[in-house]
C-alpha cells in the first residue's frame, strides 16, 4: 500500500516536470540525442532540393526520370538513469534533500524520452546495485520509476560509482543514452567512467548542496560524515576555518570539473538551493550547437 502522502508527491512531481518537458524542453532532448542510425523508407521521384547524391540511379534508369532514395532515423533510444542513493543523498538544507533533487530530475529525463518514444530505465546504487528497472516506454512505467526513487530506503550507506558503472555494461548491450547523477563524494571509478563514456552516450549530473562549499558562522557545529559516521566539532566562527572549508569544497569541485573535461564527458552541475531547470536548458544549448 502505497501511503496517501507520497502519491500526492508523486503527482506534484508529474505536474510539475510534465509541464517543464512541454513548455521547456519539448523539442531540446529530441534535438541532441539522435537515434542510432537511419533506414531505408522509400523511393520517390526527385524534387527540386534533393540532395542529388540519394539518387537511385538503378531505379531512375528503369523509369527514365530521376528518383531518390529517402531514409528515416531509427529514433528510439534507450535511456538509463544510474542514480546515487547513499546516505548523502539524504543531506539537504535548501528546498530539497539531494535525493529528492535526483528523483525530480529523473522524472524530467523520463517524461522527455517517453514523450519522444524512448525507452527509460533505473539503475538506484550505494555502495551496490540496489534497484534494476529494466528499459521500458509509457507513462505507467516512469510513474514507477519516480515511485521507486522516493520510496527506495537503501541497505548500504556508503557510495561505489564504479560498481554501478561496471553492473551498467553488463546489462546494457546496444550504445544508450546515459545520465549519472551523484555529488560524487566517492573515488577510484574514473576508469569504468571512460570505459562508459566509449561506449554510451554518458551525462553526468553532479548534485550540490550549498552547505558543502559555504559554511555560515553559527558557532559550534557536530558534523557526521553520513556514509562514514565520522564525528568532528568545529568553531563556525573561525573565519579561517570557513574559508579553508570553503577553499577545499571548491578545489574538489573544480577537480571534478576538470576530470570529465579531460575524459570530454558532459557534466550538468546542479544544486539544491537553485532551478536544475536552467543548467539543463544550458547544457541542451551547447550541445546543440556541437551536432
Avoid: C
Wanted: proline letters at 4%; charged letters at 30%; hydrophobic letters at 40%.
Amino acid at each position: 500500500m502505497i501511503p496517501r502522502e507520497l502519491i500526492r508527491q508523486i503527482r506534484r512531481i508529474e505536474i510539475r516536470t510534465n509541464r517543464m518537458v512541454n513548455d521547456v524542453l519539448a523539442g531540446e532532448y529530441h534535438s541532441v540525442f539522435k537515434g542510432q542510425g537511419v533506414e531505408f523508407e522509400e523511393v520517390r521521384e526527385y524534387q527540386h532540393g534533393d540532395d542529388i547524391r540519394t539518387i537511385d540511379w538503378n531505379v531512375t534508369a528503369r523509369m527514365g526520370g530521376p528518383f531518390v532514395k529517402r531514409y528515416r532515423e531509427e529514433r528510439e533510444l534507450t535511456v538509463m538513469l544510474l542514480v546515487d542513493a547513499s546516505s548523502s543523498s539524504i543531506f539537504g538544507t535548501a528546498e530539497k534533500m539531494k535525493g529528492e533533487l535526483a528523483a525530480e530530475l529523473s522524472a524530467v529525463l523520463a517524461f522527455s524520452a517517453i514523450k519522444n518514444n524512448d525507452r527509460v530505465g533505473l539503475i538506484v546504487f550505494t555502495d551496490d546495485v540496489e534497484i534494476f528497472i529494466p528499459p521500458k516506454k509509457g507513462k505507467k512505467h516512469v510513474l514507477r520509476l519516480i515511485r521507486e526513487l522516493l520510496m527506495f530506503e537503501p541497505t548500504g550507506g556508503s557510495t561505489d560509482i564504479k560498481a554501478a558503472l561496471d553492473f551498467m555494461a553488463k546489462i546494457l548491450t546496444r550504445k544508450s543514452v546515459v545520465f549519472l547523477m551523484s555529488d560524487f563524494m566517492n573515488a577510484g571509478y574514473e576508469e569504468s567512467l571512460r570505459i562508459a563514456n566509449k561506449k554510451h552516450d554518458l551525462i553526468t549530473i553532479s548534485i550540490t548542496d550549498p552547505r558543502e562549499v559555504e559554511m555560515p558562522p553559527i558557532g559550534f557545529l557536530e558534523l557526521e560524515d553520513a556514509e562514514t559516521g565520522e564525528i568532528i566539532v568545529i568553531d563556525t566562527y573561525d573565519s579561517s576555518i570557513r574559508k579553508r572549508f570553503s577553499e577545499n569544497a571548491q578545489s574538489d569541485i573544480d577537480q571534478l570539473v576538470k576530470n570529465f573535461k579531460r575524459m570530454q564527458i558532459d557534466h550538468v552541475p546542479v544544486r539544491t538551493d537553485r532551478p536544475y531547470i536552467d543548467p539543463l536548458i544550458r547544457f541542451f544549448e551547447q550541445r546543440a550547437k556541437r551536432y
